[in-house]
Each structure stands twice: as C-alpha cells, then as structure tokens.
Nanobody
Framework: QVQLVESGGGVVQAGGSLRLSCASSGRPLSEYTIRWFRQAPGKEREFVAHSRWSTYGLYYRDYAPSVKGRFTISRDNAKNTVYLEMNNLKPEDTAVYYC???????WGQGTQVTVSS
C-alpha cells in the first residue's frame, strides 16, 4: 500500500516558481513510475510529467509540451519523495496538481497552484 501526500502549492505571480513535493508512506517510491497530473477548473485532468526507471540505470523523464523547459521532475529516494520544480509559471498553469503511482494507481489528494497575472 502507498499513501501519497502532495504539498508545496500556493499563490505566485506569473514568472515565479514553486516546488511541489509528492511524499510517500509505505512502499518506496523508487519502485514506481510517478506521474504528475493537473486539473484546472472546468477542464479534464491532464498529464504534466513522469519519471520512470529505465533499463540504463537512470530515471527516464518526460513532460507535456506545455511545460517542457519550465518544469522538472526529480526524485530523492532517501526521502521517499518526488518533486516537481516549476519555473516561469504562467496563469494557465493554475490547477490542482496530483501525483500518481504506476502500477497501483495510487493518487494523492492534490495541491492547489494559483498563478496570478
């Protein structure tokens, strides 16, 4: 069993930065692919970024085109935490952000990010 808790959201001006955390109790997150999603009001939940173990001994990372070059997903296995560093934030990044494991489909409760113009 995995319980995920997101934190780090808040209100920031356009161009600012935030770092979201996805912390786990239970099994190590190093065993899972971790995906970040977000959901803006009135919109469907959308993929933001993911991190998975690759056959080359590194974590493979990928991003949605809308955040590539601005967001970075990273892991601290010692802290059992996955991060989403968000830079140059835009008003359209405003959403509730969630992390999720694969396999298992464990979700956190989400953390609100609001970017003001």
């Amino acid at each position: 069993q995995v319980q995920l808790v997101e934190s780090g959201g808040g209100v920031v001006q356009a161009g600012g930065s935030l770092r979201l955390s996805c912390a786990s109790s239970g099994r190590p997150l190093s065993e899972y692919t971790i995906r970040w999603f977000r959901q803006a009001p009135g919109k469907e939940r959308e993929f933001v970024a993911h991190s998975r173990w690759s056959t080359y001994g590194l974590y493979y990372r990928d991003y949605a085109p809308s955040v590539k070059g601005r967001f970075t997903i990273s892991r601290d296995n010692a802290k059992n935490t996955v991060y989403l560093e968000m830079n140059n934030l835009k008003p359209e990044d405003t959403a509730v952000y969630y992390c999720k494991t694969e396999p298992g489909d464990f979700w956190g409760q989400g953390t609100q990010v609001t970017v003001s113009s």
